[in-house]
C-alpha cells in the first residue's frame, strides 16, 4: 500500500488570490498524478508530476493556472492560481505502488 | 461524447440485494480496468483490478469486462450498509508507472438500507 498526506484538506479562498496544496508519500515513486474532482463529476487528471522535469498536463490545463513543483522523490505541489469559483473542487494526489493507483484524501476547495 | 460513460444514479437498494453498476467507454486502446470505492470525504480506494477481458471475483464483489461491446460490470453480492459509498469506474490504455494516468466514470451513488 501507500500512505499519502495532503495538506491542507480543506479550504475557502477569496478570488483572485492562490493557493499551494502538498501532497507526501510515504515512500519514493517515479511519478505523481493530480487529479481535480469538481462537484457531480468525475476524476479528472491534471497534469503527472516526474521529478527533476516539467509535469506534463492533460489538455485544458496549463501551467500557468496550475504550476507545480516536484522537488524530490516523495513530495510535490498544486497551486491553484488567480482562483475564480469555478476552481472549487476536490483536488486529489495519486501515486502507482505495483498495479494500484492510490489517492489522498483531496484537498476541498471553495472560492468565494 | 465522454470517453466513459457511468450512470450516476443515485441507486438505492435494500440490504442483502444484489447490486450491478456499469460503465461504457469508447476507447479501445483501454486495457486496465478497475473500480473504486469513495466514501464521503475520503479519496478513492481500489475495488477491483481486471486486464483485458474476462471476470474476477473477489469475494462478494465481481467485476467482468467485455472489450467486444466495450462494457465493464461491477456486482455485489448481499449488499451491506457498509457498502453505501460512490463507485467510480476507471481505465487506462498505459502499463508501468504510466498506469496512474487514469479515465474516470462519473461515479455512482450507492446507498443500501436496513
Known amino acids: 500500500s501507500a500512505v499519502i498526506s495532503q495538506k491542507p484538506s480543506r479550504d475557502i479562498c477569496q478570488r483572485g488570490t492562490s493557493l499551494t496544496i502538498q501532497c507526501q508519500v510515504d515512500s519514493q515513486v517515479t511519478m505523481m498524478f493530480w487529479y481535480r474532482q469538481q462537484p457531480g463529476q468525475s476524476l479528472t487528471l491534471i497534469a503527472t508530476?516526474?521529478?527533476?522535469?516539467?509535469?506534463?498536463?492533460e489538455s485544458g490545463f496549463v501551467i500557468d493556472k496550475f504550476p507545480i513543483s516536484r522537488p524530490n522523490l516523495t513530495f510535490s505541489t498544486l497551486t491553484v492560481s488567480n482562483m475564480s469559483p469555478e476552481d472549487s473542487s476536490i483536488y486529489l494526489c495519486?501515486?502507482?505502488?505495483?498495479?494500484?493507483?492510490?489517492f489522498g484524501q483531496g484537498t476541498r476547495l471553495t472560492v468565494v | 461524447q465522454k470517453e466513459v460513460e457511468q450512470d450516476p444514479g443515485p441507486l438505492s437498494v435494500p440490504e442483502g440485494a444484489i447490486v450491478s453498476l456499469n460503465c461504457t467507454y469508447s476507447?479501445?486502446?483501454?486495457?486496465?480496468f478497475m473500480w473504486y470505492r469513495q466514501y464521503s470525504r475520503k479519496g478513492p480506494e481500489l475495488l477491483m483490478y481486471t486486464y483485458s477481458s474476462g471476470n474476477k471475483e473477489d469475494g462478494r464483489f465481481t467485476a467482468q469486462v467485455d472489450k467486444s461491446s466495450k462494457y465493464i460490470s461491477l456486482f455485489i453480492r448481499d449488499s451491506q450498509p457498509s457498502d453505501s459509498a460512490t463507485y467510480l469506474c476507471?481505465?487506462?490504455?498505459?502499463?508501468?508507472?504510466?498506469?496512474?494516468?487514469?479515465?474516470f466514470g462519473q461515479g455512482t451513488i450507492l446507498t443500501v438500507h436496513p
Open positions: 495519486s501515486v502507482v505502488r505495483a498495479t494500484e493507483a492510490f
Open positions: 476507447n479501445s486502446a483501454f486495457q486496465y
Open positions: 508530476a516526474n521529478q527533476g522535469s516539467e509535469a506534463t498536463y
Open positions: 476507471a481505465m487506462s490504455d498505459a502499463g508501468g508507472t504510466s498506469y496512474g494516468k487514469l479515465t
